[in-house]
């Protein structure tokens, strides 16, 4: 039974989403005159004539139109913020657009004014790759050349002469690889190390792993602090506990293919991975203001940082 042995889902034979049934399908036809049994797909018969028709619908062509397609199913429902005190944000894929909104408001929002980049010496600038839940490696994944030949095009409208000057900006780069992470469920208390436990409404969660499946260092984490105690912002840490394994983000990925700086770091979320999820709506304005801090005060805050080796 589920409750002594758990949910055991087969991903071939119970996640098969159901598109319609035969029956009223075939009276639909009679309704519209077709015949029963006729393809209404043209020489399309990879795909059900039914869904054929659903997409030509939706994308405003005919069926016979349609070459192929890939199809992603995803809950539909509108995010709402719940909860008595109002709180809380239930939504689908919060990991990762609740990073990816925070990100690009922040990058925004430091530019607003006409002097915002007076006294900038660097590129502020986001990234946001594909398919980081199954691996990174695809030509729009982290795993791909896309960053360094971003850097790359970059650093060559600045100086083409210069073969250093790429060289150069990746050692005074840094990275926020920014992915949500796991806050302290109040049923699952005993899945978080005690010490390290990212709560709702605490602020961004700093991510550390000795092996290295989270890119932070000492220094990252250091900077990346010292950014939130300017401003009185919330700041937590997270360690996997020893007796687990530990999940990873693209830091890593980019941290040795490029050799970036990296922290990595993300707002508390319950739910990771549901279609639905729940985050803390405290914790989107706390990630907005460091993120839009840090790109306003890293230039400047990092000339002053010295590293004993």
Do not use: W
């Not at 609740?98 to 408001?105: H, N």
């Not at 190390?193 to 990212?198: D, S, T, Y």
């Amino acid at each position: 039974t589920i409750s002594s042995e758990g949910l055991k889902i087969n991903n071939q034979n119970h996640l098969v989403p159901v598109l319609g049934t035969l029956i009223k399908h075939e009276m639909q036809k009679l309704v519209e005159g077709n015949v029963p049994g006729e393809s209404s797909g043209g020489e399309n018969t990879k795909h059900h004539p039914l869904l054929l028709q659903l997409i030509a619908k939706e994308a405003n062509c005919e069926v016979d139109e349609i070459c192929d397609f890939e199809l992603q199913l995803c809950d539909t429902q509108p995010s709402v913020v719940a909860g008595a005190m109002k709180e809380f944000i239930f939504s689908g894929r919060l990991d990762n657009l609740c990073m990816s909104f925070c990100s690009l408001k922040a990058l925004v929002e430091s530019t607003s004014t006409d002097h915002s980049l007076d006294h900038e010496s660097g590129v502020r600038m986001v990234a946001l790759f594909d398919h980081e839940e199954v691996g990174s490696d695809s030509a729009q994944g982290a795993g791909s050349p896309a960053m360094l030949d971003a850097l790359t095009r970059i650093t060559g409208c600045f100086n083409h002469s210069n073969s250093k000057l790429l060289e150069k900006a990746i050692q005074r780069s840094f990275l926020v690889s920014a992915d949500m992470a796991h806050a302290l469920h109040p049923n699952y208390m005993e899945k978080h190390e005690e010490n390290h436990q990212p709560k709702l409404h605490g602020g961004l969660v700093i991510k550390h792993n000795a092996n290295q499946r989270y890119a932070t260092n000492a220094v990252t984490a250091f900077i990346f602090r010292e950014i939130a105690e300017r401003h009185q912002l919330p700041i937590q840490d997270f360690v996997v506990r020893n007796d687990m394994a530990c999940g990873s983000t693209i830091g890593p990925i980019l941290a040795s293919g490029v050799g970036i700086r990296t922290v990595d770091i993300g707002a508390p979320q319950l739910s990771m991975h549901s279609i639905r999820e729940m985050c803390a709506v405290d914790d989107v304005n706390y990630s907005y203001e460091h993120l839009k801090a840090y790109f306003e005060e890293f230039t400047e805050l990092d000339n002053k940082v010295k590293v004993d080796c």
